[in-house]
């Protein structure tokens, strides 16, 4: 089994930045990518970034790119969400997720058997 445990999340005005953890306990040599999905109300769920465990191969969202940037501590087994230029549409619950399989471009929530609990971006205009 994995875990994994999410912080970080937070309100802060457009334009702002933060910064998300997610650290994973378990069996976390398993873990063959880890990501970052969201969810805003009345929404599905979306992918927004993923990392190659113990690698550097990453996958953004169109509507993240560039101004999102995904990182790991290896050694910690953490993975982190840098967030910059925020704004009010990325307002949403946060989740880390954790899949056996390694990366690839397409993969969707449904590849990913491990999740967070969840943690609230609040993004104000």
């Known amino acids: 089994q994995v875990e994994l445990v999410e912080s970080g999340g937070g309100s802060v005005q457009a334009g702002g930045s933060l910064r998300l953890s997610c650290a994973a306990s378990?069996?976390?040599?398993?873990?063959?990518?880890m990501g970052w999905f969201r969810q805003a109300p009345g929404k599905e769920r979306e992918r927004v970034a993923i990392?190659?465990?113990?690698?550097?191969?990453?996958y953004y969202s169109d509507s993240v790119s560039g101004r999102f940037i995904i990182s790991q501590d290896t050694a910690n087994n953490t993975v982190y969400v840098q967030m910059n230029s925020l704004k009010p549409e990325d307002t949403a619950m946060y989740y880390c997720?954790?899949?056996?399989?390694?990366?690839?471009?397409?993969?969707?929530?449904?590849?990913?058997?491990?999740w967070g609990q969840g943690t609230q971006v609040t993004v104000s205009s």
């Open positions: 378990g069996y976390t040599s398993r873990i063959g990518c």
């Open positions: 997720a954790a899949s056996g399989f390694w990366c690839y471009k397409d993969m969707y929530e449904g590849n990913f058997p491990y």
């Open positions: 990392i190659q465990a113990r690698g550097t191969t990453t």
